[in-house]
């Protein structure tokens, strides 16, 4: 039974244009969202946060939406960069469970030059 | 010093040995976690350690064992393993574990049990 899911295992995007990383979850308890960006052969890196009780968080060239109606959070970066190519996990915490997070399955991001 | 350092970077083991995988952080985090990721998967949590006492299992086997000796470092038990245990083992640290904080990530230890 999969809490979070990103149903895209993969996304390729243009340098300079926008990516767009899709999450839903099915568990209305968490309340917290994550993500987390991975390269090969590294520790997930933690990239931008947002609670339940907001529906944006910006942090420079990251957004972060929640949609808490529709159990869906999305992460755009802009402009995209090549630098950004990497496995993008999101990642959710439930309320009363501190620390433990839920990841999804990841969603390869290549931006070609 | 914003890391989360883990040693041994890979480790081999046969299915009779003991080992331990080891994790160290200087944050001042009082929260850190042991999370296991097999090939194409998310990370999977094992255990959380808050303020240095074990507050979350996640129903892991017991040839894992856990131990946090101090609020630095957390130590990763391994006795009898079975193949199926080879998957990459991360820890984590965050500042509490009783509050929504982002969690750091070591770069993991890659395990082979044969």
């Known amino acids: 039974d999969q809490q979070v899911k990103q149903n895209s295992p993969s996304l390729s995007v243009q340098e300079g244009r926008i990516s767009i990383l899709n999450c839903d979850y099915t568990?209305?308890?968490?309340?917290?969202f994550l993500w987390y960006k991975k390269y090969p052969a590294e520790g997930p890196t933690f990239l931008i946060s947002i609670s339940s009780i907001k529906d944006k968080n910006e942090d420079g060239r990251f957004t972060v939406f929640l949609n808490k109606s529709a159990k869906h959070l999305s992460l755009h970066i802009v402009p995209s960069q090549p630098g950004d190519s990497a496995v993008y996990f999101c990642?959710?915490?439930?309320?009363?469970?501190?620390?433990?997070?839920?990841f999804g399955q990841g969603t390869e991001l290549s931006v070609k030059p | 010093d914003t890391e989360v350092t883990q040693t041994p970077k890979h480790l081999v083991m046969g299915m009779t040995n003991k080992k331990s995988l080891k994790c160290e952080q200087h944050m001042g985090h009082r929260a850190m976690y042991w999370y296991k990721q097999k090939a194409k998967k998310p990370p999977e949590l094992m255990f959380v350690y808050s303020y240095e006492k074990l507050s979350i299992n996640e129903s892991v086997p017991s040839r894992f064992s856990p131990e946090c000796p101090n609020s630095s470092l957390l130590n990763l038990h391994l006795h009898a393993l079975q193949p199926e245990d080879s998957a990459l083992y991360l820890c984590?640290?965050?500042?509490?574990?009783?509050?929504?904080?982002?969690?750091?990530f070591g770069q993991g230890t890659r395990l082979t049990v044969v």
């Open positions: 984590a640290s965050s500042q509490d574990g009783t509050v929504l904080t982002e969690a750091f």
């Open positions: 568990n209305s308890m968490f309340d917290y």
């Open positions: 990642a959710a915490s439930p309320r009363g469970r501190g620390g433990k997070l839920i």
